[in-house]
């Protein structure tokens, strides 16, 4: 059975850093794409990095780009979001997502409609 589980989420003030994490178990992730994605109330979910575990290519939103920074525990099944100079707009529910490489989905996207399995997602608020 698929399972992703966020967490790591917290209360960080401006300018603040904090690291997220998905723990993915029940599936052999080398041939998987982990994506981050985040939602606030009343807008869509919005992709902010993903990467292959296959070849380890990265994506990035240009919101985050040079702040946030996506990586892999492969001993541990763990992808890690790790968010630098975080402002009050990074404020939102993070989600990661996963799916399994195949020949519609040769590298990851930052499109949540992509994937098919997500966790529960994890409540990141930058404030004051």
């Known amino acids: 059975q698929v399972k992703l589980v966020d967490s790591g989420g917290n209360l960080v003030q401006p300018g603040g850093s904090l690291r997220i994490s998905c723990a993915a178990s029940?599936?052999?992730?080398?041939?998987?794409?982990v994506g981050w994605f985040r939602q606030v109330p009343g807008k869509e979910r919005e992709g902010v990095s993903c990467?292959?575990?296959?070849?380890?290519?990265?994506y990035y939103a240009d919101s985050v780009k040079g702040r946030f920074t996506i990586s892999r525990d492969k001993s541990k099944n763990i992808v890690y979001l790790q968010m630098k100079n975080l402002e009050p707009e990074d404020t939102a529910v993070y989600y990661c997502?996963?799916?399994?490489?195949?020949?519609?989905?040769?590298?990851?996207?930052?499109?949540?409609?992509?994937?098919?399995?997500w966790g529960q997602g994890t409540q990141v608020t930058v404030s004051s």
């Open positions: 997502a996963a799916r399994r490489r195949g020949v519609l989905f040769r590298t990851c996207q930052l499109q949540p409609s992509m994937y098919d399995y």
């Open positions: 029940g599936f052999t992730t080398d041939s998987y794409a």
């Open positions: 990467t292959n575990n296959w070849d380890a290519v990265t």
